[in-house]
């Protein structure tokens, strides 16, 4: 077999957790980091290298000063971007971000042409949307991390009010403060969540989840969460590289899905070797259309910021 190697382009806290979870799990046998900050980015490889060598894992990880040398990875993923502040909306930081993602992703698409591409930058819709502009890639091959993020966050505040139990939960939609939580296809022991909770109750788990990000934000004050963004997006590399065919909500371009086209939103999607293989299409209540399509048009009017920029 091919060696199978992963690239992750901005070695922040994201980038940095990804490539330690992604490495002591040994899913692939190499992985590439790169980012503008070249002493920092060898450290970090150095660090997980030595971190794993206890192990005896075979998996080795390397940092990339030249774009050339950044080539033939099977899956890229991009967390490369300013952070959010906690006085920035993700939206403040769309043109820089789109700018840093259109440049990052000429070079990709030179010297990775059949690679997999999942975006992790904020604001994240737009960013995979400037992602698939710039490369030309068929939407099944770009994508984003955000509804499994956001999902887990749900779960974790629904188990706040109920107890360790077992929690699915799923939110769609753009990845922002109009993201929608799916109350009937949340399921606690495979019982919906409405049945257990008040209105009350699933009001204030909706809220929190939607400034779950933003919390740890004010707390921090310096910078955004990590370990939560990088788990999420480990899930999608391990469906990827295992072939597992996960069902996982994630933000790819639409083409008449839901009824919508020409615009990226999370919606649920099967995760294979291939990428996206399926857009599932769930059947949303009146009230959930109607916030599906406020998500959406949030994200159409950042798209029509950056259409024409770049």
Do not use: W
């Amino acid at each position: 077999m091919n060696k199978r190697r992963v690239g992750i382009v901005g070695v922040g806290n994201v980038g940095s957790s990804i490539a330690y979870k992604l490495a002591f799990q040994e899913l692939c046998d190499e992985i590439l980091l790169k980012d503008i900050r070249e002493d920092f980015t060898k450290a970090i490889a150095l660090d997980i290298s030595q971190a794993i060598s206890y192990k005896n894992i075979k998996t080795t990880i390397k940092a990339i000063s030249l774009d050339e040398d950044f080539k033939d990875c099977d899956i890229v993923v991009i967390t490369a971007g300013i952070a959010r502040k906690p006085d920035m909306s993700r939206d403040d930081l769309l043109f820089t971000n789109a700018n840093i993602m259109n440049s990052i992703v000429k070079n990709i698409a030179k010297y990775n042409p059949n690679s997999i591409l999942i975006v992790v930058s904020n604001p994240l819709d737009a960013m995979v949307y400037q992602a698939l502009k710039t490369s030309n890639f068929p939407r099944e091959k770009v994508f984003g991390m955000a509804g499994i993020l956001d999902s887990s966050r749900m779960s974790y505040f629904i188990k706040e009010k109920i107890g360790n139990k077992n929690v699915e939960a799923m939110v769609l939609g753009g990845h922002g403060d109009d993201m929608v939580p799916l109350i009937k296809h949340t399921k606690v022991d495979n019982i919906a969540l409405d049945e257990l909770l008040d209105e009350n109750e699933i009001e204030d788990i909706v809220e929190k989840t939607r400034k779950g990000g933003l919390q740890i934000v004010e707390l921090l004050k310096t910078g955004s969460a990590y370990f939560a963004p990088a788990q999420s997006t480990f899930l999608m590399l391990e469906s990827i590289l295992k072939d597992k065919k996960t069902i996982y909500p994630c933000a790819v371009l639409l083409d008449g899905e839901y009824g919508y086209s020409n615009v990226v939103t999370g919606v649920p999607v099967v995760l294979g070797k291939n990428g996206v293989e399926k857009i599932v299409e769930l059947e949303l209540t009146n009230k959930e259309k109607d916030e599906f399509a406020k998500s959406v048009n949030s994200v159409k009017n950042l798209i029509d910021k950056i259409k024409d920029k770049f």
